[in-house]
C-alpha cells in the first residue's frame, strides 16, 4: 500500500471517527424522518401519475372501442344499402380501430397493476413512517433517562473521589507541621537568648498565684490552716444575744490566746458558762 493510499484511508478513519461523535441520535432520527417524508411525497406524486396515464390509456381504449363499434354500424348501413364494397371498407376501418383498442387494452391492464403496486408500496411507506414517528418518541424518551442515568453516575463518580478531602487532610497536616515548628523555633530562639528563666517566672506571676489561693481557701475551709484573727473575732462575736459577757470573755481569750486554733475558738463558744457566773448575776 503506498504512502497517499495509507493517507487517505488514516484521513477517512478520522473523518468517520468524527462523524460517529457528531451524531445526536434525536437530530439524526428527524432528518431521518424528514427524509422519509420527502419520499412520501415524491411517492405520491408518483403515484398520481401513473394513475393519471392509467385513466388516459382507459380512455383512450374505450375510445377506440367506440370507433370500431362505430365503423361496424356504418359497415351495417352499406350492407343495407346493397354496396358491400363500402361496407367491406367499414369494416376494414373497424378491424384497425379494435387492433389499436386491444393495444391499449393491454397497456391500460399493464399500467393499473403497476398503480396498485405503487398505492400498496406508498401504503407500506406511509406505515413506516407513522411506525417511525412512534419509535423517535419512544427512542428519544430512552435517550434521555441514559442521559439523566449517565449524568447521575457522573455525579456518584464525584462523591466518591475523595481526592479533593485528602488534599485538605495533607494541607491540615502541612499547617500543623508549621505551627509546630514555629513554636519549636520561638523556644530554641528563647532558650538561646537566655530568657527561659525569666518566662518561667513570668508565667508563674500571671497564672500560679489563683491556684495557690484557691488551695489555701480549701485548707481554711477544713480547718487544716489557721484562720486570721479578723475571721475568728467575727465567730466569737456571732454568739446569741443576751450574752454580753461570754462575747467579752470569749474576745478576751482571744486576745490572750492569739495562737488558738479555730476549732478551739468553736469548742470555747460552744460551751455554757451559766453555771460559772455569780449568783448576784443570776438574781439580777
Do not use: C
Not at 431521518?32 to 411525497?41: D, F, S, T
Not at 380501430?97 to 387494452?105: D, S
Not at 505551627?179 to 538561646?192: K, M, N, R, V
Request: no cysteine; charged share 35%; aromatic share 4%.
Amino acid at each position: 500500500m503506498g504512502i497517499f493510499s495509507r493517507l487517505g484511508t488514516l484521513i477517512k478513519s478520522n473523518i468517520n471517527d468524527l462523524i460517529t461523535k457528531a451524531e445526536d441520535p434525536e437530530k439524526m432520527l428527524t432528518q431521518v424522518l424528514l427524509e422519509m417524508q420527502q419520499q412520501l411525497v415524491e411517492a405520491k406524486k408518483a403515484v398520481a401519475v401513473a394513475i393519471a396515464d392509467e385513466k388516459k390509456l382507459q380512455k383512450q381504449y374505450q375510445a377506440e372501442t367506440d370507433k370500431a363499434k362505430e365503423w361496424e354500424r356504418k359497415a351495417m348501413v352499406a350492407v343495407r344499402a346493397g354496396d358491400d364494397n363500402l361496407a367491406r371498407q367499414a369494416l376494414s376501418r373497424k378491424n384497425e380501430h379494435e387492433t389499436i383498442a386491444t393495444q391499449f387494452q393491454q397497456q391500460w391492464i399493464a399500467q393499473k397493476q403497476a398503480v396498485e403496486k405503487l398505492k400498496d408500496a406508498l401504503r407500506l411507506l406511509n406505515n413506516k413512517i407513522e411506525e417511525a414517528k412512534r419509535k423517535k418518541n419512544i427512542l428519544i424518551a430512552r435517550k434521555k433517562r441514559a442521559e439523566a442515568q449517565q449524568q447521575i453516575a457522573s455525579t456518584m463518580q464525584g462523591l466518591g473521589d475523595t481526592s479533593a478531602f485528602d488534599t485538605f487532610d495533607r494541607m491540615a497536616e502541612r499547617i500543623q507541621l508549621m505551627e509546630a515548628e514555629a513554636e519549636a523555633g520561638a523556644e530554641l530562639a528563647g532558650e538561646l537568648s537566655g530568657d527561659t528563666l525569666e518566662g518561667k517566672f513570668l508565667a508563674l506571676e500571671q497564672g500560679g498565684g489563683g491556684d495557690e489561693d484557691a488551695l489555701s481557701e480549701l485548707k481554711a475551709k477544713m480547718g487544716m490552716l489557721e484562720a486570721p484573727k479578723g475571721d475568728s473575732a467575727k465567730q466569737l462575736g456571732a454568739g446569741a444575744p443576751g450574752a454580753p459577757k461570754v462575747k467579752d470573755d470569749f474576745s478576751a481569750a482571744a486576745d490572750i490566746g492569739g495562737g488558738l486554733s479555730a476549732e478551739d475558738l468553736k469548742e470555747l463558744e460552744d460551751l455554757d458558762l451559766s453555771d460559772m457566773e455569780p449568783k448576784d448575776t443570776k438574781k439580777s
